[in-house]
């Protein structure tokens, strides 16, 4: 039932806060004893104790449930260090500008990983005055295509998202733009720097 909240990770949370068992039991209301049989496997916390449990270990109540601690090391906001998100149910693309806990449609979402392109995933780039023309010579079948394409610069993102049976390409600002992203919706996340 580690799918549920894992007692590794509420000990590590008081831990690194410094708390006792008894401490913490104290700010969820139940005993040191049920706090000391969450983090041995030997129970598990009540769902009515999940917000002030997390409260109380300064998390959200879905890294509870991910199963581990997720600590945006990019306190600085550096757009370089974007992660995107795809959600597999509803193909909702979200994003953010470090290292986050992304839930959509029940599930946790796991950061994309962002490789080269290689040779059917190639982005073609033309300069058409002030913007990037951005196109990929990529099939777009029904289960098949190029969800979405985007423009991080240290500014922002900018991003289309794209159709099935539409055309694989955009058009984006190309001031301070560092890097171009494809998203194929069977191949995964593909990254070009400018």
Same mark, same amino acid.
């Given at each position: 039932?580690? +799918?549920?909240?894992?007692?590794?990770?509420?000990?590590?949370?008081?831990?690194?806060?410094?708390?006792?068992?008894?401490?913490?039991?104290?700010?969820?209301?139940?005993?040191?004893?049920?706090?000391?049989?969450?983090?041995?496997?030997?129970?598990?916390?009540?769902?009515?104790?999940?917000?002030?449990?997390?409260?109380?270990?300064?998390?959200?109540?879905?890294?509870?449930?991910?199963?581990?601690?997720?600590?945006?090391? +990019?306190?600085?906001?550096?757009?370089?260090?974007?992660?995107?998100?795809?959600?597999?149910?509803c193909g909702n693309v979200l994003?953010?500008?470090?290292?986050?806990?992304?839930?959509?449609?029940?599930?946790?979402?796991?950061?994309?990983?962002?490789?080269?392109?290689?040779?059917?995933?190639?982005?073609?780039?033309?300069?058409?005055?002030?913007?990037?023309?951005?196109?990929?010579a990529h099939p777009m079948d029904?289960?098949?295509?190029?969800?979405?394409?985007?423009?991080?610069?240290?500014?922002?993102?900018?991003?289309?998202?794209?159709?099935?049976?539409? +055309?694989?390409?955009?058009?984006?600002?190309?001031?301070?733009?560092?890097?171009?992203?494809?998203?194929? +919706?069977?191949?995964?996340?593909?990254?070009?720097?400018?």
């Amino acid at each position: 039932m580690d +799918n549920y909240v894992t007692g590794a990770v509420i000990r590590q949370l008081r831990e690194e806060k410094q708390m006792t068992q008894e401490e913490l039991a104290g700010k969820v209301c139940v005993s040191s004893k049920a706090v000391s049989k969450w983090e041995t496997g030997r129970g598990l916390p009540d769902i009515s104790l999940l917000q002030p449990l997390a409260q109380a270990l300064g998390i959200s109540v879905i890294e509870l449930f991910s199963g581990g601690v997720i600590q945006n090391r +990019n306190r600085s906001s550096n757009m370089g260090k974007t992660v995107f998100y795809v959600c597999p149910v509803c193909g909702n693309v979200l994003w953010s500008t470090g290292e986050a806990v992304v839930s959509c449609c029940g599930i946790v979402l796991p950061p994309l990983e962002a490789e080269s392109p290689d040779p059917d995933h190639m982005l073609n780039l033309e300069i058409v005055e002030d913007e990037y023309y951005v196109s990929v010579a990529h099939p777009m079948d029904k289960d098949h295509y190029i969800a979405f394409l985007a423009a991080v610069s240290d500014q922002g993102v900018q991003l289309v998202k794209l159709y099935s049976e539409g +055309n694989a390409e955009a058009r984006f600002k190309i001031e301070r733009v560092r890097y171009l992203y494809a998203y194929c +919706n069977r191949h995964g996340l593909f990254r070009v720097k400018i």
